[in-house]
């Protein structure tokens, strides 16, 4: 039952930016399969009513279908696409952004043992699961609340905590819980992820990313790669490549300009690597968004 009311819930209340009158809640509907397209992820949990999507990070390949969803835990450089959606049947999802400091006051909150034991290693910056019946209708009286505006204000922060409560004891909660540790090995790879997208035109060395992230290189290379799926370098090649498109969306004919803004001193070399990317050199790449111009994938569904 809470799927058949989640699928009508967000059929109903669905705008064409997909915001809602609830903070940092999205709703979509899309009704055809699309290209991939890349975009950030966002810090975000995202369900899926109805359709399916894929989404690739790096050489990852991540799928989810009705009733499952998809967690982010880093602002990351993804590509994504809805395999399943139509007219008579479109896509349907919802997202919530999630806060660090939230993570971190529910954290603080929970009793010994109420949270799972922590595994080895660093989790992926994104990971995929099958909804459970108790966070399907934590969201689902979420989206009620688009039908209640009067208990919206009071109702809508306690039932966000829920959701996130559900997300921390989940099969993926160490994702989550990282997100609120100022001191996890993913909140140090989230400064190190910031500093390169806010630098991104600029060379840098690794050694010194690492070390203002707080880690030495061996262990910034090691939890880096279990984050993003990348290195460094191909992380900062993502983010130079999709901020070229986002400005050849709004300059098509300045190509050797918009290389160089986003840092390649080498048009070749820019417009060989863009193709790679994206399947086009960025002349005619440029064209067809400017004839397609539409809402970004990214990991919302």
């Given at each position: 039952m809470s799927l058949d009311e989640f699928r009508t819930l967000v059929a109903r209340h669905v705008r064409p930016d997909w915001t809602t009158a609830i903070d940092g809640v999205l709703i979509s509907k899309v009704d055809r399969p699309d290209p991939p397209a890349p975009s950030m992820s966002g810090t975000v949990l995202a369900v899926i009513a109805q359709g399916a999507k894929r989404l690739a990070l790096g050489e990852r390949v991540f799928e989810y279908g009705p009733g499952q969803y998809l967690v982010a835990s880093v602002d990351l450089p993804v590509t994504g696409q809805f395999t399943q959606a139509d007219a008579e049947e479109p896509a349907l999802g919802f997202g919530l952004t999630l806060e660090p400091s939230?993570?971190?006051?529910?954290?603080?909150?929970?009793g010994p043992g109420d949270t799972p034991r922590a595994g080895g290693g660093t989790p992926s910056g994104i990971a995929v699961s099958d909804a459970t019946p108790a966070l399907l209708d934590a969201v689902v009286r979420l989206l009620r609340l688009l039908d209640e505006p009067r208990d919206r204000?009071?109702?809508?922060?306690?039932?966000?905590?829920?959701?996130?409560?559900?997300?921390?004891t989940s099969d993926q909660g160490a994702t989550v819980r990282q997100l609120g540790l100022a001191d996890s090995s993913l909140s140090h790879v989230s400064r190190a992820v910031r500093w390169i997208r806010e630098h991104y035109a600029q060379p840098f060395r690794v050694e010194d990313?690492?070390?203002?992230?707080?880690?030495s290189v061996?262990?910034?290379?090691?939890?880096?790669?279990?984050?993003?799926?990348?290195?460094?370098?191909?992380?900062?090649?993502?983010?130079?490549?999709?901020e070229a498109r986002l400005l050849l969306?709004?300059?098509?004919?300045?190509?050797t300009a918009v290389g160089h803004r986003v840092g390649y001193?080498?048009?070749?070399?820019?417009?060989?690597?863009?193709r790679r990317q994206f399947g086009a050199p960025p002349s005619r790449d440029a064209a067809r968004l400017q004839s397609t111009l539409r809402t970004p994938a990214g990991a919302l569904p």
């Amino acid at each position: 039952m809470s799927l058949d009311e989640f699928r009508t819930l967000v059929a109903r209340h669905v705008r064409p930016d997909w915001t809602t009158a609830i903070d940092g809640v999205l709703i979509s509907k899309v009704d055809r399969p699309d290209p991939p397209a890349p975009s950030m992820s966002g810090t975000v949990l995202a369900v899926i009513a109805q359709g399916a999507k894929r989404l690739a990070l790096g050489e990852r390949v991540f799928e989810y279908g009705p009733g499952q969803y998809l967690v982010a835990s880093v602002d990351l450089p993804v590509t994504g696409q809805f395999t399943q959606a139509d007219a008579e049947e479109p896509a349907l999802g919802f997202g919530l952004t999630l806060e660090p400091s939230a993570v971190a006051e529910l954290l603080l909150q929970a009793g010994p043992g109420d949270t799972p034991r922590a595994g080895g290693g660093t989790p992926s910056g994104i990971a995929v699961s099958d909804a459970t019946p108790a966070l399907l209708d934590a969201v689902v009286r979420l989206l009620r609340l688009l039908d209640e505006p009067r208990d919206r204000a009071v109702l809508a922060p306690l039932f966000k905590r829920e959701i996130l409560w559900r997300l921390i004891t989940s099969d993926q909660g160490a994702t989550v819980r990282q997100l609120g540790l100022a001191d996890s090995s993913l909140s140090h790879v989230s400064r190190a992820v910031r500093w390169i997208r806010e630098h991104y035109a600029q060379p840098f060395r690794v050694e010194d990313v690492a070390r203002q992230s707080g880690m030495s290189v061996s262990a910034f290379y090691r939890n880096f790669q279990a984050v993003t799926a990348m290195s460094p370098i191909q992380f900062q090649k993502q983010i130079r490549l999709q901020e070229a498109r986002l400005l050849l969306a709004t300059h098509p004919g300045d190509i050797t300009a918009v290389g160089h803004r986003v840092g390649y001193d080498n048009p070749s070399q820019f417009s060989r690597e863009y193709r790679r990317q994206f399947g086009a050199p960025p002349s005619r790449d440029a064209a067809r968004l400017q004839s397609t111009l539409r809402t970004p994938a990214g990991a919302l569904p």
